[in-house]
């Protein structure tokens, strides 16, 4: 006698199923194998669904087990810096899991929709890439960014950027899928249509990472010196170290330090309370230790300029030459909703007001830059990014493309997030977009787990979490003799999503013309 399975406990196993896998992949950059079969449970859930309004349910319930997990800091994130306590912090850090839930939901009915017309095995993987490329979330995140460890998975991002790969990873769920229901998939046009392209992708990859590893060795090297503080977070506006000043901080002492082991450019991340461009004592003693240093400097502090009666501020990242002079500056461009501005009621003051009240001094209310920046230092050149920039793949890849800058750097602080995995999943980031745009790239951290990230995707360095240090580096960078090239991608970033976007339209014609 067969017992029947409840239709819903069977749905619930796939969501927890996909949602949990995943997150692995998210959370874990080793079990990056996890990302090529997470979304098999959740497939195999479709199948059940007989609706549209179904299909969105089960998408949204996947969605938020998935996001509830992988995104599990967000309530850690609101505890530190609201002081609430856990079951207060999860129930707000609920809403924003159930926010970015309905990337799942609009997957579901997408690929519900066009699998009306037996084409599941293109359009899924369509709808994962368009959705999460562009979907708008406060942390934005690609499902490729967790294959950061899977080396010859990431060459060809170098022509269709982190977007190629989450099509690949989509393909790859929706063949295992299809042989699990027993679709006879194997021999379809379609589905060699399918392999080809998924062979050609690793293959490239192949060939690809042994071309990088040997130009590689044969690039010159610029010794980048990176500075560790591993400041704490704290609402109120923290002061110098024991035994440090506003003029003399704890970053100052750990560049002289890197500066004395022979560093030829020094990094600060991202912090909270230089004063640079508010207090013209710091700016003087900041000149002047840098200027007997003989090194540039790269920091990050708050700018602010007045324009009238505004007082507009700015995230500011600034470049001290080795005579002691303020090269250059970037204002950052992409700022975090909530904590730098506030979208749709920039100019309400009376609605900054009340989030101001509930944000305390997290929000910032910042203005955004107007324009990428080239830093020159020395031989080389950098092009600065601040924080999450990093995770936006064309917005960096069109920066590289008006600077061709022959370093990437990037500031960072973590600290608000205490001991999770968001540190990793931001270095993650950051490799790829060194693949994207076959760039070196700097992470710089405050509490830790920043590095170096090749070109070719390796990772010179991982910086211990709550170590104040200071770190050396080797970091290749191509010489004059090379050409500084731009990839496919850096030059045309759009390119694949626009062809996407098109096909995912006259895929879904053809299914209500087939319904």
């Given at each position: ?20 896998l ?27 669904c007989?609706?549209?309004?179904q ?47 309905q ?23 369509t709808?994962l ?23 010859v ?30 679709r ?58 024991p ?15 890197l ?8 990094i ?18 900041y ?10 400097l ?5 700018e ?7 007082l ?30 506030l ?18 001094a ?18 080389a ?15 960096v ?5 008006a ?18 995995r ?21 992470h ?14 390796r ?34 970033p ?11 339209l006259?895929m ?8």
């Amino acid at each position: 006698m067969t017992k029947h399975v409840s239709p819903w406990l069977t749905s619930a196993v796939a969501a927890l199923g996909c949602a949990s896998l995943s997150a692995a992949s998210a959370l874990f950059p080793k079990f990056y194998l996890l990302g090529w079969i997470a979304f098999v449970p959740f497939l195999l859930g479709l199948q059940r669904c007989h609706s549209a309004k179904q299909a969105y349910g089960f998408g949204l319930f996947t969605g938020l087990l998935a996001f509830g997990l992988s995104n599990y800091w967000m309530a850690e994130f609101i505890r530190l810096f609201k002081g609430y306590s856990l079951v207060h912090s999860i129930s707000l850090a609920s809403l924003y899991w159930l926010y970015c839930a309905q990337i799942f939901g609009i997957i579901a009915v997408l690929t519900h929709y066009g699998r009306r017309a037996n084409a599941v095995l293109w359009v899924f993987p369509t709808v994962l890439a368009l959705v999460f490329a562009f979907y708008p979330t406060l942390f934005p995140w690609q499902l490729g960014n967790a294959q950061s460890e899977f080396l010859v998975a990431l060459q060809a991002i170098e022509i269709t950027g982190v977007s190629g790969l989450d099509f690949m990873l989509g393909i790859v769920n929706v063949l295992v899928a299809q042989a699990l229901i027993g679709r006879p998939v194997f021999f379809q046009r379609s589905a060699l249509a399918a392999y080809a392209l998924v062979a050609a992708w690793f293959v490239y990859g192949v060939f690809s990472l042994a071309y990088w590893d040997n130009a590689l060795a044969r690039w010159e090297t610029y010794k980048v010196g990176l500075v560790q503080p591993d400041e704490p977070p704290t609402i109120d506006i923290p002061g110098p170290r024991p035994g440090f000043t506003l003029s003399y901080p704890l970053e100052m002492d750990l560049t002289e330090q890197l500066v004395s082991s022979g560093a030829d450019l020094v990094i600060w991340p991202e912090l909270r309370n230089k004063q640079y461009y508010t207090r013209p004592f710091v700016k003087a003693a900041y000149l002047r230790q840098v200027s007997e240093l003989a090194t540039p400097l790269l920091f990050q502090s708050t700018e602010q300029e007045e324009r009238g009666s505004q007082l507009r501020l700015f995230n500011t990242a600034t470049l001290i030459d080795g005579s002691g002079n303020q090269a250059a500056s970037y204002r950052k461009m992409k700022r975090i909703a909530m904590a730098e501005y506030l979208p749709l009621f920039s100019e309400s003051e009376a609605v900054k007001g009340q989030v101001r009240q509930f944000l305390g001094a997290f929000f910032g209310d910042f203005s955004a830059g107007q324009e990428p920046q080239r830093f020159e230092v020395g031989d080389a050149s950098i092009t600065p990014f601040v924080c999450y920039e990093i995770i936006f793949p064309t917005f960096v890849a069109a920066s590289v493309s008006a600077t061709g800058g022959d370093i990437l750097t990037v500031q960072s602080n973590n600290s608000w997030f205490g001991d999770t995995r968001v540190p990793y999943q931001h270095m993650a980031a950051s490799v790829l977009r060194s693949v994207e745009n076959r760039r070196p790239l700097v992470h710089v951290m405050n509490n830790g787990l920043g590095g170096v990230a090749l070109p070719n995707g390796r990772i010179l360095l991982r910086t211990p979490q709550h170590q104040i240090a200071g770190y050396l580096l080797d970091v290749p960078y191509r010489g004059h003799e090379e050409k500084r090239s731009l990839t496919f991608y850096s030059r045309f970033p759009h390119w694949l999503l626009t062809l996407l976007g098109l096909g995912l339209l006259l895929m879904l014609v053809r299914a209500r013309r087939s319904a």
